[in-house]
C-alpha cells in the first residue's frame, strides 16, 4: 500500500523539508503475525495482500468473508483504509463488521491501538470504525485483527434475466419475504442486455442446493 502526499498533511508538517516524504510504503510490515483457529480470529499487518491473507487462513479451514475485486493487489491497509467490500456484504456485512483491533501510526508519530484479539472485547471507544475508510488521513493502519468463518462447504451463484425494473422488483420482494438466505443479492445491466439478478448462496451442500432450486 502507497499513502500518497497529502493523505496525511499533518505528518508532513511536523517534517523538517529535507525530510519529507513522497510516500509510504508497507510492503515490509506485511506479517502474518497470530491465528487462533479455536477463537476464530487472526491478526495481519496490513501489508500483506488479501489473497495471501485468505490462502493462510484457508489452511485451517477458515476465511474472512469480504471479497473486493483483485484480492492479489488489495492489500490489508487498503482494505481498511479505502472500505472496499464486494457482492457478499449483502449476506456478510462490510468490512467494519469484522475488523475487532488494529493498530495505527498517527501523524504527530505515535502508535495507538484499539480494540482487542477476542471478539468480547468490549472495553472502551470503538474507534475501528473511525479509521475504516477515512483513506489514511486519519492515520496509517499498521495492523489489524479479524474475526473470522469457518470456509463454507458448498456455494452456488445463480443468474436470472428480468424483462424490466418491475419484474426484478418482484423477484426480489419474493426473494426478501421467503426462507431464503443468501450471501449476494445484485441486479447488473450492461449497455443494452436485459437486467439480470444474481443470487448467491453459502453454506452446507444441502441448504445451498434446496436455496437453488428454490430459486430456479
Known sequence: ???????????????????????????????????????????????????DFQKRLAASGQWLPVDPPHPEAVTIGDL???????PRRFGCGTIRDWVIGMAVVLPD???????????????????CRLFVGAKNELGVIVEATFKLLPLPEAEAHLARPCGSLGQAEEVLEKIWVSDLQPTVLD??????????????????????????????
Open 80 to 86: 481498511l483504509g479505502y472500505n472496499l467490500n464486494g
Open 1 to 51: 500500500m502507497t499513502i500518497k502526499p497529502g493523505s496525511i498533511p499533518e505528518l508532513q508538517e511536523l517534517l523538517p523539508q529535507s525530510q519529507r516524504m513522497d510516500e509510504v510504503s508497507l510492503e515490509a510490515v506485511a506479517e502474518f503475525v497470530e491465528h487462533v483457529p479455536e477463537d476464530m480470529t487472526a491478526t495481519v499487518q496490513a501489508g500483506m495482500s488479501l489473497a
Open 109 to 127: 508519530g505515535r502508535l495507538i491501538r484499539n480494540g482487542g484479539k477476542v471478539v468480547k472485547n468490549v472495553a472502551g471507544f470503538d474507534l
Open 187 to 216: 441486479l447488473h445491466r450492461i449497455d443494452r442486455e436485459p437486467i439480470t439478478m444474481v443470487a448467491g448462496f453459502t453454506g452446507p451442500s444441502a441448504d445451498v442446493e434446496a436455496q437453488s432450486r428454490t430459486v430456479k
